[in-house]
């Protein structure tokens, strides 16, 4: 099941992984959003998958920080 995460939830997880602001903006920018109800979803998924590519950070850190219960 595919987990989707609001952008707060987002830009939370990825400033406790160390990205800025700039940082953060471009990961969501290149992940793309789904529109549910008028609100911007993001899949962790794809988060995770490009968060990991971070010099700093290893693939299983960020991947332990997703949440792994559905937000929509």
């Not at 549910?36 to 794809?46: E, Y």
Request: charged share 20%.
């Amino acid at each position: 099941m595919t987990t989707y995460i609001d952008f707060v939830t987002a830009t939370r997880l990825l400033a406790a992984q160390g990205f800025n602001k700039r940082d953060i903006e471009c990961v969501l920018d290149l992940t793309g959003y789904h529109s549910k109800q008028g609100q911007p979803l993001w899949r962790a998924d794809r988060i995770e998958r490009l968060a990991g590519r971070a010099f700093w950070l290893s693939r299983q850190e960020v991947a332990s920080a997703m949440p792994t219960s559905a937000a929509a």
